[in-house]
Protein backbone atom coordinates (compact mmCIF):
# COMPACT_ATOMS: atom_id res chain seq x y z
CA UNK A 1 0.00 0.00 0.00
CA UNK A 2 1.08 3.27 -0.91
CA UNK A 3 1.57 5.92 2.18
CA UNK A 4 -0.54 8.21 0.58
CA UNK A 5 -3.88 5.81 0.54
CA UNK A 6 -2.80 5.19 4.21
CA UNK A 7 -3.29 8.52 5.31
CA UNK A 8 -6.38 9.30 7.55
CA UNK A 9 -8.97 11.56 5.63
CA UNK A 10 -7.89 15.26 5.51
CA UNK A 11 -10.01 17.46 7.06
CA UNK A 12 -10.03 21.17 7.43
CA UNK A 13 -9.33 21.79 10.96
CA UNK A 14 -6.61 20.69 13.31
CA UNK A 15 -6.83 16.96 15.17
CA UNK A 16 -7.62 16.81 18.73
CA UNK A 17 -8.29 19.30 21.27
CA UNK A 18 -6.36 22.45 21.55
CA UNK A 19 -6.13 22.40 24.97
CA UNK A 20 -4.48 19.04 25.43
CA UNK A 21 -1.92 19.17 27.76
CA UNK A 22 -3.26 22.43 29.34
CA UNK A 23 -3.44 20.95 32.94
CA UNK A 24 0.37 19.61 32.40
CA UNK A 25 1.49 23.30 31.56
CA UNK A 26 -0.70 25.15 34.18
CA UNK A 27 0.26 22.73 37.01
CA UNK A 28 4.34 22.93 36.22
CA UNK A 29 3.59 27.21 36.01
CA UNK A 30 1.90 27.39 39.29
CA UNK A 31 4.57 25.16 41.00
CA UNK A 32 7.35 27.02 39.36
CA UNK A 33 5.34 30.68 40.29
CA UNK A 34 4.70 29.55 43.73
CA UNK A 35 8.02 28.08 44.47
CA UNK A 36 10.11 30.88 42.59
CA UNK A 37 12.17 33.44 44.35
CA UNK A 38 10.90 35.89 42.23
CA UNK A 39 7.35 35.55 44.16
CA UNK A 40 8.61 34.80 47.52
CA UNK A 41 9.73 38.67 47.32
CA UNK A 42 6.54 39.87 45.81
CA UNK A 43 4.61 38.24 48.09
CA UNK A 44 6.84 39.72 51.21
CA UNK A 45 6.11 43.79 49.49
CA UNK A 46 2.28 42.82 49.23
CA UNK A 47 2.62 41.41 52.86
CA UNK A 48 4.64 44.16 54.04
CA UNK A 49 2.05 46.88 52.67
CA UNK A 50 -0.97 45.06 53.48
CA UNK A 51 0.02 44.53 57.31
CA UNK A 52 1.34 48.38 57.17
CA UNK A 53 -1.83 49.84 55.78
CA UNK A 54 -4.35 48.10 57.71
CA UNK A 55 -2.13 48.31 60.95
CA UNK A 56 -2.04 52.30 60.90
CA UNK A 57 -5.45 52.18 59.49
CA UNK A 58 -7.19 50.54 62.28
CA UNK A 59 -5.28 53.29 64.69
CA UNK A 60 -8.29 55.39 63.38
CA UNK A 61 -10.75 53.34 63.26
CA UNK A 62 -12.69 52.78 66.56
CA UNK A 63 -14.90 49.79 66.77
CA UNK A 64 -17.43 51.53 68.57
CA UNK A 65 -18.49 53.66 65.74
CA UNK A 66 -22.04 53.75 64.09
CA UNK A 67 -20.25 53.31 60.81
CA UNK A 68 -21.83 50.34 58.47
CA UNK A 69 -18.63 49.29 56.68
CA UNK A 70 -15.32 49.37 59.21
CA UNK A 71 -14.25 46.14 56.80
CA UNK A 72 -14.49 48.64 53.84
CA UNK A 73 -12.77 51.15 55.88
CA UNK A 74 -9.45 48.95 56.43
CA UNK A 75 -8.77 48.88 52.27
CA UNK A 76 -9.26 52.70 52.17
CA UNK A 77 -8.68 54.75 55.31
CA UNK A 78 -4.68 56.40 54.86
CA UNK A 79 -3.20 58.13 57.60
CA UNK A 80 0.32 60.02 57.36
CA UNK A 81 2.49 58.98 55.76
CA UNK A 82 1.12 55.96 54.83
CA UNK A 83 -1.02 55.73 51.94
CA UNK A 84 -4.87 53.49 51.82
CA UNK A 85 -4.17 49.86 50.94
CA UNK A 86 -6.13 50.42 47.95
CA UNK A 87 -3.28 52.99 46.57
CA UNK A 88 -0.98 50.25 46.65
CA UNK A 89 -2.85 47.62 45.40
CA UNK A 90 -3.18 50.58 42.15
CA UNK A 91 0.24 50.67 41.55
CA UNK A 92 1.77 47.11 43.19
CA UNK A 93 -0.92 44.75 41.42
CA UNK A 94 0.70 45.69 37.69
CA UNK A 95 4.35 45.17 39.08
CA UNK A 96 3.32 41.62 40.66
CA UNK A 97 1.24 40.80 37.18
CA UNK A 98 4.77 41.53 34.97
CA UNK A 99 6.81 40.14 37.44
CA UNK A 100 4.97 37.02 36.89
CA UNK A 101 5.26 36.95 33.06
CA UNK A 102 7.57 39.11 31.74
CA UNK A 103 9.54 36.27 30.43
CA UNK A 104 7.44 33.50 29.90
CA UNK A 105 7.83 32.50 25.80
CA UNK A 106 11.11 34.52 25.31
CA UNK A 107 12.23 32.75 28.73
CA UNK A 108 11.11 29.40 27.24
CA UNK A 109 13.40 30.43 24.01
CA UNK A 110 16.11 31.20 25.71
CA UNK A 111 16.79 28.21 27.40
CA UNK A 112 16.39 26.30 24.53
CA UNK A 113 13.43 24.14 26.07
CA UNK A 114 10.32 25.99 23.62
CA UNK A 115 10.92 23.75 20.71
CA UNK A 116 11.59 20.29 22.93
CA UNK A 117 8.01 21.36 24.58
CA UNK A 118 6.29 21.91 21.30
CA UNK A 119 7.52 18.49 20.10
CA UNK A 120 5.61 17.20 22.55
CA UNK A 121 1.80 16.08 21.32
CA UNK A 122 0.48 19.44 22.70
CA UNK A 123 -0.65 22.75 20.66
CA UNK A 124 1.14 26.17 21.00
CA UNK A 125 -2.20 26.91 22.76
CA UNK A 126 -2.12 25.07 25.44
CA UNK A 127 1.46 26.34 26.22
CA UNK A 128 0.44 29.92 26.17
CA UNK A 129 -3.20 29.49 27.52
CA UNK A 130 -1.49 27.01 30.54
CA UNK A 131 1.31 29.99 31.42
CA UNK A 132 -1.63 33.18 31.55
CA UNK A 133 -3.95 30.90 33.64
CA UNK A 134 -1.43 29.41 35.95
CA UNK A 135 -0.17 33.46 36.71
CA UNK A 136 -3.57 34.55 36.92
CA UNK A 137 -4.08 31.26 39.42
CA UNK A 138 -1.16 32.49 41.18
CA UNK A 139 -2.40 35.68 41.65
CA UNK A 140 -5.66 34.97 42.78
CA UNK A 141 -4.53 32.92 45.56
CA UNK A 142 -1.97 35.59 46.81
CA UNK A 143 -4.66 37.98 46.79
CA UNK A 144 -7.09 35.86 48.05
CA UNK A 145 -4.59 34.89 50.75
CA UNK A 146 -4.03 38.71 51.29
CA UNK A 147 -8.34 39.64 51.87
CA UNK A 148 -8.59 36.63 54.13
CA UNK A 149 -5.40 37.94 56.19
CA UNK A 150 -7.30 41.47 56.12
CA UNK A 151 -10.56 40.42 57.47
CA UNK A 152 -8.78 37.92 60.22
CA UNK A 153 -6.84 41.32 61.72
CA UNK A 154 -9.96 42.91 61.36
CA UNK A 155 -11.60 40.43 63.07
CA UNK A 156 -9.11 40.42 65.74
CA UNK A 157 -8.95 44.05 66.29
CA UNK A 158 -12.11 45.45 65.66
CA UNK A 159 -14.01 42.42 67.44
CA UNK A 160 -17.07 42.64 65.47
CA UNK A 161 -17.99 40.01 61.98
CA UNK A 162 -18.19 41.26 58.91
CA UNK A 163 -21.95 41.70 57.63
CA UNK A 164 -22.77 39.83 54.42
CA UNK A 165 -22.59 43.04 52.20
CA UNK A 166 -18.81 43.81 53.48
CA UNK A 167 -17.92 40.45 52.46
CA UNK A 168 -19.91 41.03 49.40
CA UNK A 169 -18.33 44.06 48.52
CA UNK A 170 -14.90 42.82 49.05
CA UNK A 171 -15.26 39.91 46.70
CA UNK A 172 -15.88 41.94 43.86
CA UNK A 173 -13.39 44.29 44.55
CA UNK A 174 -11.12 41.12 44.66
CA UNK A 175 -12.49 40.22 41.53
CA UNK A 176 -12.10 43.65 40.04
CA UNK A 177 -8.14 43.36 41.52
CA UNK A 178 -7.83 40.38 39.55
CA UNK A 179 -8.58 41.44 36.18
CA UNK A 180 -6.58 44.67 36.62
CA UNK A 181 -3.83 42.16 37.42
CA UNK A 182 -4.76 40.21 34.18
CA UNK A 183 -4.37 42.55 31.91
CA UNK A 184 -1.24 44.31 32.91
CA UNK A 185 0.01 39.97 32.81
CA UNK A 186 -1.49 39.77 29.04
CA UNK A 187 0.44 42.93 28.32
CA UNK A 188 3.86 40.87 29.94
CA UNK A 189 2.73 38.23 27.52
CA UNK A 190 2.03 39.57 24.88
CA UNK A 191 6.06 41.21 24.72
CA UNK A 192 7.24 38.27 26.16
CA UNK A 193 6.31 36.61 22.43
CA UNK A 194 7.03 40.21 20.97
CA UNK A 195 10.34 40.77 22.70
CA UNK A 196 13.47 37.86 22.26
CA UNK A 197 14.91 39.28 25.59
CA UNK A 198 13.34 39.16 28.82
CA UNK A 199 15.16 42.24 29.92
CA UNK A 200 13.47 44.40 26.93
CA UNK A 201 9.92 42.84 27.77
CA UNK A 202 10.21 43.60 31.26
CA UNK A 203 10.98 46.97 30.62
CA UNK A 204 8.64 47.68 28.14
CA UNK A 205 5.79 46.59 30.00
CA UNK A 206 7.09 49.07 33.02
CA UNK A 207 7.18 51.76 30.67
CA UNK A 208 3.49 50.84 29.56
CA UNK A 209 2.39 51.08 33.29
CA UNK A 210 4.66 54.01 34.22
CA UNK A 211 2.81 56.53 31.13
CA UNK A 212 -0.65 55.44 32.72
CA UNK A 213 0.43 56.32 36.18
CA UNK A 214 2.01 58.84 35.45
CA UNK A 215 1.40 60.90 31.96
CA UNK A 216 -1.81 59.58 31.01
CA UNK A 217 -3.71 61.94 32.89
CA UNK A 218 -1.12 64.71 31.48
CA UNK A 219 -1.90 63.72 27.83
CA UNK A 220 -5.61 63.57 28.28
CA UNK A 221 -5.61 67.12 29.58
CA UNK A 222 -3.91 68.15 26.33
CA UNK A 223 -5.81 66.06 24.01
CA UNK A 224 -9.40 66.37 25.40
CA UNK A 225 -9.41 70.68 24.60
CA UNK A 226 -8.60 69.44 20.95
CA UNK A 227 -10.78 67.41 20.11
CA UNK A 228 -13.82 69.38 21.12
CA UNK A 229 -14.97 72.86 20.09
CA UNK A 230 -12.54 76.04 20.13
CA UNK A 231 -14.40 77.99 22.72
CA UNK A 232 -17.31 76.95 25.20
CA UNK A 233 -20.11 78.62 25.31
CA UNK A 234 -23.24 76.76 26.12
CA UNK A 235 -23.54 74.03 28.98
CA UNK A 236 -24.03 71.04 26.71
CA UNK A 237 -20.37 71.82 24.96
CA UNK A 238 -18.89 72.34 28.75
CA UNK A 239 -20.78 68.75 29.36
CA UNK A 240 -19.49 67.48 26.59
CA UNK A 241 -15.94 68.09 26.82
CA UNK A 242 -16.21 67.42 30.09
CA UNK A 243 -17.22 63.42 28.98
CA UNK A 244 -14.91 63.43 26.55
CA UNK A 245 -12.46 64.01 29.31
CA UNK A 246 -13.84 60.76 31.37
CA UNK A 247 -13.79 58.81 28.45
CA UNK A 248 -10.03 59.17 27.59
CA UNK A 249 -8.78 58.97 31.13
CA UNK A 250 -11.15 55.34 31.17
CA UNK A 251 -8.81 54.02 28.75
CA UNK A 252 -6.18 53.89 31.28
CA UNK A 253 -7.11 50.74 33.64
CA UNK A 254 -6.06 52.28 36.43
CA UNK A 255 -8.68 54.74 35.76
CA UNK A 256 -10.96 51.63 35.85
CA UNK A 257 -9.90 49.99 38.66
CA UNK A 258 -9.79 53.28 40.59
CA UNK A 259 -13.66 53.14 40.00
CA UNK A 260 -14.38 49.88 40.88
CA UNK A 261 -12.24 50.55 44.00
CA UNK A 262 -14.47 53.88 44.90
CA UNK A 263 -17.82 52.25 43.87
CA UNK A 264 -16.96 49.39 45.53
CA UNK A 265 -15.31 50.34 48.69
CA UNK A 266 -17.42 53.32 49.44
CA UNK A 267 -20.85 52.74 49.10
CA UNK A 268 -22.20 55.87 49.62
CA UNK A 269 -20.55 56.63 46.28
CA UNK A 270 -23.49 56.73 43.51
CA UNK A 271 -21.82 58.14 40.51
CA UNK A 272 -18.83 57.78 38.49
CA UNK A 273 -17.21 60.47 37.00
CA UNK A 274 -19.18 63.74 35.39
CA UNK A 275 -22.22 64.91 37.57
CA UNK A 276 -24.27 68.25 37.48
CA UNK A 277 -25.86 69.21 40.64
CA UNK A 278 -29.28 69.52 38.76
CA UNK A 279 -28.78 65.44 38.65
CA UNK A 280 -27.99 65.47 42.37
CA UNK A 281 -30.99 67.17 43.92
CA UNK A 282 -33.21 65.46 45.85
CA UNK A 283 -30.44 62.23 45.83
CA UNK A 284 -30.71 60.84 48.93
CA UNK A 285 -27.48 60.45 50.52
CA UNK A 286 -27.48 56.78 51.62
CA UNK A 287 -25.02 53.81 50.47
CA UNK A 288 -25.86 52.42 47.96
CA UNK A 289 -27.37 48.28 48.06
CA UNK A 290 -24.76 45.88 46.53
CA UNK A 291 -26.42 45.03 43.74
CA UNK A 292 -27.28 48.57 42.47
CA UNK A 293 -23.01 49.23 42.81
CA UNK A 294 -21.95 46.32 41.03
CA UNK A 295 -24.28 47.93 38.07
CA UNK A 296 -22.45 51.09 38.42
CA UNK A 297 -18.95 49.14 37.57
CA UNK A 298 -20.30 46.46 35.63
CA UNK A 299 -18.92 48.79 32.45
CA UNK A 300 -15.45 49.37 34.31
CA UNK A 301 -15.45 45.62 35.37
CA UNK A 302 -16.19 44.05 31.60
CA UNK A 303 -13.91 46.81 30.24
CA UNK A 304 -10.58 45.58 32.35
CA UNK A 305 -12.15 41.79 31.38
CA UNK A 306 -12.74 42.55 27.58
CA UNK A 307 -9.35 44.22 27.48
CA UNK A 308 -7.38 41.37 29.00
CA UNK A 309 -9.04 38.89 26.34
CA UNK A 310 -8.20 40.95 23.75
CA UNK A 311 -4.13 41.39 24.66
CA UNK A 312 -4.17 37.61 24.89
CA UNK A 313 -6.00 37.20 21.99
CA UNK A 314 -2.74 39.16 20.38
CA UNK A 315 -0.16 37.47 21.93
CA UNK A 316 -2.17 34.03 20.89
CA UNK A 317 -1.99 35.38 17.38
CA UNK A 318 1.43 35.98 17.23
CA UNK A 319 2.94 33.23 18.97
CA UNK A 320 0.79 31.24 16.49
CA UNK A 321 2.57 32.85 13.72
CA UNK A 322 6.06 32.69 15.14
CA UNK A 323 9.11 30.71 13.92
CA UNK A 324 10.11 28.48 16.50
CA UNK A 325 13.46 27.83 15.41
CA UNK A 326 16.60 29.37 17.07
CA UNK B 1 3.45 -4.36 2.34
CA UNK B 2 4.64 -0.81 3.85
CA UNK B 3 8.10 -0.15 4.94
CA UNK B 4 7.93 3.23 4.54
CA UNK B 5 7.83 5.67 7.86
CA UNK B 6 8.59 8.93 6.26
CA UNK B 7 8.00 10.64 3.04
CA UNK B 8 8.31 14.01 0.85
CA UNK B 9 7.58 14.46 -2.25
CA UNK B 10 8.04 18.29 -3.32
CA UNK B 11 8.99 19.55 -0.29
CA UNK B 12 9.66 22.93 0.13
CA UNK B 13 9.73 26.05 2.19
CA UNK B 14 10.11 29.70 1.21
CA UNK B 15 10.79 32.80 3.51
CA UNK B 16 10.47 35.71 1.23
CA UNK B 17 12.46 35.77 -1.69
CA UNK B 18 14.54 32.62 0.17
CA UNK B 19 14.02 29.15 -0.29
CA UNK B 20 15.30 27.24 2.24
CA UNK B 21 14.36 24.07 1.02
CA UNK B 22 13.65 22.85 -2.58
CA UNK B 23 11.38 20.49 -3.77
CA UNK B 24 12.80 17.55 -1.27
CA UNK B 25 11.97 14.09 -2.35
CA UNK B 26 13.16 12.03 0.93
CA UNK B 27 12.40 8.51 1.87
CA UNK B 28 13.24 6.70 4.91
CA UNK B 29 12.39 3.02 5.40
CA UNK B 30 11.65 1.28 9.06
CA UNK B 31 14.48 0.11 10.75
CA UNK B 32 16.95 2.33 9.15
CA UNK B 33 19.68 5.24 10.52
CA UNK B 34 18.97 7.87 7.79
CA UNK B 35 21.65 10.48 7.96
CA UNK B 36 20.57 14.32 6.60
CA UNK B 37 23.91 15.81 5.98
CA UNK B 38 25.26 18.95 4.77
CA UNK B 39 27.01 22.47 5.94
CA UNK B 40 25.58 24.81 8.47
CA UNK B 41 21.95 26.27 6.87
CA UNK B 42 21.70 24.15 4.40
CA UNK B 43 18.20 23.85 5.41
CA UNK B 44 18.50 20.55 7.47
CA UNK B 45 16.61 21.32 10.30
CA UNK B 46 13.71 23.10 8.41
CA UNK B 47 13.26 20.00 6.97
CA UNK B 48 12.64 18.61 10.64
CA UNK B 49 10.72 21.34 11.55
CA UNK B 50 8.03 20.58 8.42
CA UNK B 51 8.07 16.75 9.56
CA UNK B 52 7.26 17.59 12.82
CA UNK B 53 4.66 19.89 12.03
CA UNK B 54 6.31 22.52 13.90
CA UNK B 55 6.65 24.71 10.52
CA UNK B 56 4.28 24.80 7.38
CA UNK B 57 5.28 23.76 4.62
CA UNK B 58 4.97 26.46 1.48
CA UNK B 59 4.41 23.60 -0.86
CA UNK B 60 4.68 19.85 -1.19
CA UNK B 61 3.76 16.91 0.53
CA UNK B 62 4.65 15.20 4.06
CA UNK B 63 3.80 11.97 5.40
CA UNK B 64 5.24 10.60 8.64
CA UNK B 65 3.86 6.89 9.79
CA UNK B 66 0.87 7.64 7.67
CA UNK B 67 -0.04 10.96 9.53
CA UNK B 68 0.02 14.77 7.50
CA UNK B 69 2.02 17.10 10.33
CA UNK B 70 0.59 19.69 9.13
CA UNK B 71 -3.09 18.44 9.74
CA UNK B 72 -2.49 15.85 12.48
CA UNK B 73 0.70 17.02 14.39
CA UNK B 74 -0.76 15.85 17.56
CA UNK B 75 -0.54 11.86 15.65
CA UNK B 76 2.34 12.75 14.49
CA UNK B 77 4.13 14.24 17.79
CA UNK B 78 2.97 11.50 19.97
CA UNK B 79 5.00 8.62 18.22
CA UNK B 80 7.68 11.03 16.77
CA UNK B 81 10.39 11.81 19.54
CA UNK B 82 12.43 15.34 18.37
CA UNK B 83 15.95 15.83 19.93
CA UNK B 84 16.54 19.60 18.88
CA UNK B 85 20.13 20.84 18.58
CA UNK B 86 21.48 22.22 21.71
CA UNK B 87 18.58 20.50 23.85
CA UNK B 88 17.75 23.09 26.89
CA UNK B 89 15.61 22.17 29.93
CA UNK B 90 14.79 23.87 32.69
CA UNK B 91 17.83 24.48 35.01
CA UNK B 92 16.22 24.99 37.98
CA UNK B 93 14.53 21.69 37.99
CA UNK B 94 16.00 17.42 38.63
CA UNK B 95 16.50 15.46 35.75
CA UNK B 96 12.79 12.98 36.87
CA UNK B 97 10.86 16.90 37.27
CA UNK B 98 12.34 17.59 33.75
CA UNK B 99 11.05 14.17 32.39
CA UNK B 100 8.14 14.23 34.06
CA UNK B 101 7.04 17.41 32.86
CA UNK B 102 7.38 15.82 29.21
CA UNK B 103 5.81 12.52 30.11
CA UNK B 104 2.56 14.45 31.43
CA UNK B 105 2.38 16.72 28.21
CA UNK B 106 2.66 13.14 26.14
CA UNK B 107 -0.54 12.53 28.65
CA UNK B 108 1.32 9.24 29.93
CA UNK B 109 -1.15 7.36 32.18
CA UNK B 110 0.00 8.69 36.19
CA UNK B 111 0.41 4.90 37.52
CA UNK B 112 3.48 4.34 35.09
CA UNK B 113 5.04 7.82 34.55
CA UNK B 114 7.26 7.24 37.63
CA UNK B 115 8.32 4.06 35.68
CA UNK B 116 8.64 5.02 32.07
CA UNK B 117 10.77 8.42 33.59
CA UNK B 118 13.10 5.66 35.97
CA UNK B 119 13.44 3.79 32.89
CA UNK B 120 14.60 6.16 29.87
CA UNK B 121 17.22 7.29 31.97
CA UNK B 122 18.72 4.00 33.24
CA UNK B 123 18.83 3.86 29.70
CA UNK B 124 20.89 6.65 28.93
CA UNK B 125 22.69 6.05 32.61
CA UNK B 126 22.21 8.68 34.28
CA UNK B 127 20.07 7.05 37.07
CA UNK B 128 23.00 8.20 39.43
CA UNK B 129 22.08 12.04 39.20
CA UNK B 130 18.61 11.47 38.88
CA UNK B 131 17.29 14.19 41.08
CA UNK B 132 20.13 16.60 40.80
CA UNK B 133 19.32 19.84 39.35
CA UNK B 134 19.57 20.20 35.56
CA UNK B 135 21.67 22.98 35.95
CA UNK B 136 24.74 21.43 36.97
CA UNK B 137 24.70 18.83 34.32
CA UNK B 138 27.42 18.55 31.45
CA UNK B 139 27.03 19.02 27.99
CA UNK B 140 27.64 15.13 27.41
CA UNK B 141 24.62 14.68 30.07
CA UNK B 142 22.46 17.24 28.93
CA UNK B 143 22.63 15.10 25.61
CA UNK B 144 21.80 11.85 27.26
CA UNK B 145 18.89 13.79 29.08
CA UNK B 146 18.09 15.03 25.78
CA UNK B 147 18.02 11.10 24.73
CA UNK B 148 16.06 9.87 27.35
CA UNK B 149 13.35 12.96 26.79
CA UNK B 150 12.42 11.37 23.64
CA UNK B 151 12.42 7.35 24.91
CA UNK B 152 9.71 8.25 27.28
CA UNK B 153 7.58 8.28 24.78
CA UNK B 154 8.56 5.23 23.25
CA UNK B 155 8.77 6.65 19.86
CA UNK B 156 8.62 4.77 16.64
CA UNK B 157 10.83 7.09 14.86
CA UNK B 158 13.32 9.19 16.39
CA UNK B 159 14.33 12.76 14.74
CA UNK B 160 17.85 14.30 15.76
CA UNK B 161 19.36 17.84 15.29
CA UNK B 162 22.99 17.64 15.02
CA UNK B 163 23.25 15.04 18.33
CA UNK B 164 26.94 15.13 18.15
CA UNK B 165 27.71 18.50 18.13
CA UNK B 166 29.40 20.50 20.80
CA UNK B 167 30.31 17.34 22.09
CA UNK B 168 34.17 16.03 22.35
CA UNK B 169 35.14 13.11 20.48
CA UNK B 170 34.97 10.64 23.02
CA UNK B 171 31.40 11.72 24.38
CA UNK B 172 30.15 12.00 20.95
CA UNK B 173 31.11 8.13 20.26
CA UNK B 174 29.51 7.02 23.17
CA UNK B 175 26.27 8.91 21.98
CA UNK B 176 26.29 7.30 19.06
CA UNK B 177 27.04 4.30 20.28
CA UNK B 178 23.77 4.72 22.11
CA UNK B 179 22.38 5.45 19.03
CA UNK B 180 23.34 2.26 17.30
CA UNK B 181 22.02 0.35 20.40
CA UNK B 182 18.53 1.63 19.43
CA UNK B 183 19.13 0.77 15.94
CA UNK B 184 19.34 -2.75 17.08
CA UNK B 185 16.55 -2.28 18.47
CA UNK B 186 14.63 -1.43 15.22
CA UNK B 187 13.55 2.02 15.73
CA UNK B 188 13.82 4.53 13.14
CA UNK B 189 16.44 7.16 12.86
CA UNK B 190 16.54 10.45 11.29
CA UNK B 191 19.71 12.56 13.05
CA UNK B 192 21.24 15.67 10.84
CA UNK B 193 24.46 16.60 11.13
CA UNK B 194 27.26 18.50 9.94
CA UNK B 195 30.00 16.67 11.10
CA UNK B 196 29.85 14.05 8.36
CA UNK B 197 32.79 11.47 9.56
CA UNK B 198 31.06 10.93 13.10
CA UNK B 199 28.29 10.15 11.63
CA UNK B 200 28.91 7.55 8.52
CA UNK B 201 29.54 4.82 10.85
CA UNK B 202 25.87 4.61 11.80
CA UNK B 203 23.96 5.65 9.03
CA UNK B 204 22.80 3.10 6.94
CA UNK B 205 21.81 5.75 4.20
CA UNK B 206 22.45 9.01 4.05
CA UNK B 207 20.78 12.12 2.04
CA UNK B 208 23.26 14.88 1.13
CA UNK B 209 21.99 18.29 1.43
CA UNK B 210 22.95 21.66 -0.46
CA UNK B 211 21.51 24.62 -0.52
CA UNK B 212 18.31 23.26 0.32
CA UNK B 213 18.32 20.62 -2.23
CA UNK B 214 19.18 16.93 -1.51
CA UNK B 215 22.33 16.80 -4.12
CA UNK B 216 22.88 13.02 -3.28
CA UNK B 217 20.88 9.86 -1.57
CA UNK B 218 22.17 6.53 -0.85
CA UNK B 219 24.30 4.55 1.26
CA UNK B 220 27.80 5.66 1.99
CA UNK B 221 29.57 2.94 -1.16
CA UNK B 222 27.02 3.76 -3.65
CA UNK B 223 27.50 7.69 -2.83
CA UNK B 224 31.10 6.75 -3.22
CA UNK B 225 30.86 4.92 -6.48
CA UNK B 226 28.84 7.58 -7.87
CA UNK B 227 31.61 10.25 -6.90
CA UNK B 228 34.51 8.70 -6.64
CA UNK B 229 34.27 7.03 -10.10
CA UNK B 230 33.18 3.98 -8.13
CA UNK B 231 36.92 3.32 -6.96
CA UNK B 232 37.74 0.31 -4.60
CA UNK B 233 41.04 1.27 -3.53
CA UNK B 234 43.07 -2.31 -2.41
CA UNK B 235 46.25 -2.41 -0.75
CA UNK B 236 48.34 -5.45 -0.98
CA UNK B 237 51.48 -5.59 1.03
CA UNK B 238 53.86 -8.91 -0.20
CA UNK B 239 57.11 -10.20 0.51
CA UNK B 240 60.01 -9.48 -2.08
CA UNK B 241 59.58 -7.02 -4.83
CA UNK B 242 56.05 -5.95 -5.08
CA UNK B 243 56.21 -4.70 -9.09
CA UNK B 244 56.31 -8.47 -10.15
CA UNK B 245 52.46 -9.29 -9.21
CA UNK B 246 51.49 -6.29 -11.32
CA UNK B 247 50.69 -7.94 -14.43
CA UNK B 248 48.63 -10.76 -12.91
CA UNK B 249 47.05 -8.39 -10.96
CA UNK B 250 46.10 -6.13 -14.16
CA UNK B 251 44.54 -9.58 -15.53
CA UNK B 252 42.06 -9.23 -12.94
CA UNK B 253 38.23 -8.27 -13.90
CA UNK B 254 36.57 -5.46 -12.93
CA UNK B 255 40.45 -3.72 -11.99
CA UNK B 256 40.76 0.03 -13.28
CA UNK B 257 44.86 0.39 -12.50
CA UNK B 258 47.01 -0.85 -10.47
CA UNK B 259 50.19 1.24 -9.19
CA UNK B 260 53.42 0.46 -6.77
CA UNK B 261 53.98 3.27 -4.32
CA UNK B 262 56.68 2.64 -1.58
CA UNK B 263 57.02 -1.27 -1.98
CA UNK B 264 52.80 -1.71 -1.68
CA UNK B 265 50.23 -2.42 -4.50
CA UNK B 266 47.62 -0.40 -4.79
CA UNK B 267 44.58 -1.91 -7.20
CA UNK B 268 41.71 0.47 -7.92
CA UNK B 269 38.98 -1.77 -8.89
CA UNK B 270 35.39 -1.49 -9.72
CA UNK B 271 34.23 -4.34 -6.78
CA UNK B 272 35.46 -5.48 -3.56
CA UNK B 273 38.25 -8.14 -5.35
CA UNK B 274 39.97 -8.54 -2.38
CA UNK B 275 40.13 -12.62 -2.74
CA UNK B 276 40.62 -12.54 -6.23
CA UNK B 277 43.71 -10.18 -5.94
CA UNK B 278 45.01 -12.15 -2.43
CA UNK B 279 44.49 -15.68 -5.18
CA UNK B 280 46.32 -13.95 -8.24
CA UNK B 281 49.56 -12.87 -6.17
CA UNK B 282 50.12 -16.30 -3.86
CA UNK B 283 49.59 -18.12 -7.90
CA UNK B 284 52.01 -16.02 -8.85
CA UNK B 285 54.40 -17.43 -6.31
CA UNK B 286 54.18 -14.47 -4.05
CA UNK B 287 53.25 -14.61 0.06
CA UNK B 288 51.14 -11.78 1.22
CA UNK B 289 51.59 -9.92 4.04
CA UNK B 290 48.57 -8.01 4.12
CA UNK B 291 45.52 -6.70 2.74
CA UNK B 292 43.25 -4.03 2.94
CA UNK B 293 40.12 -1.73 1.36
CA UNK B 294 40.59 1.51 2.25
CA UNK B 295 36.82 2.68 3.43
CA UNK B 296 35.64 6.01 1.39
CA UNK B 297 34.86 8.55 3.62
CA UNK B 298 31.70 11.02 3.63
CA UNK B 299 34.15 13.83 3.49
CA UNK B 300 35.65 12.75 0.34
CA UNK B 301 32.60 12.05 -1.20
CA UNK B 302 31.40 15.65 -0.27
CA UNK B 303 34.58 17.59 -1.05
CA UNK B 304 35.00 16.16 -4.25
CA UNK B 305 31.44 16.45 -5.40
CA UNK B 306 31.08 19.91 -4.30
CA UNK B 307 34.29 20.66 -6.32
CA UNK B 308 33.06 18.71 -9.38
CA UNK B 309 29.90 20.96 -9.00
CA UNK B 310 31.46 24.20 -8.30
CA UNK B 311 33.89 23.51 -11.60
CA UNK B 312 30.86 22.71 -13.38
CA UNK B 313 29.73 26.20 -12.70
CA UNK B 314 32.43 27.78 -13.26
CA UNK B 315 32.94 26.02 -16.78
Known sequence: MKPSTRRMKVRDEREGSPWTGLGAVLTKEMADHLTGVR???????VLLTAVGTIYTALQTIRPG??????????????????PAFVFFLAILVPLIAIALSFDSINGEFNRRTLSRILAQPVYRDALLMGKFLGGLLTLTMVFSAIWLLIFGIGILRLGVPPTAEETGRALWFLLGTIFYGGIWMALALLFSTVFRSPATAALASIAVWAFFIFFWNIVVGVIAPLLGPKQITTLDQLVAAGQMQMILTRISPITLYADIATIM?????????????????????????????????????????????????????LFQRQEIRA | MNDLVLETRGLTKRYGDFTAVDHLDLSVRRGEVFGLLGPNGAGKTTTILMLLGLTEPTEGEVNVLGFDPARQPLSVKKRVGYMPDQVGFYDDLTARENLFYIAKLNGIPRDQIKRRVEEAIE?????????????AFSRGMR???????VLIKNPQLII??????????????????????????????LLSSHLLHQVQAICDRVGLFSRGRMVLQGTVPELAR???GGAYRIQLETEGSAAKFRKALEGLQDVNAVTVKDGRIIV????????????AVVKAGGRLRGLSVESQSLDDIYTRYFEEAKHETVN
Not at chain 1, 296 to 307: D, F, K, R, S
Not at chain 2, 168 to 189: C, N, R, V, Y
Open chain 1, 39 to 45: MLILEML
Open chain 2, 268 to 279: EAQKDIRADAAE
Open chain 1, 65 to 82: SNDEFLYLRLFTTAQDPL
Open chain 2, 226 to 228: KVL
Open chain 1, 265 to 317: LQPTERFLGFVLPVQLDRAIQAPLPLAQSVLVIWPQLTGLIAATILLFALAYV
Open chain 2, 143 to 149: QRLGLAD
Open chain 2, 123 to 135: RVRLSEVIDKRVG
Open chain 2, 160 to 189: MDEPTQGLDPELAHEFLSLIHSLKEEGTTI
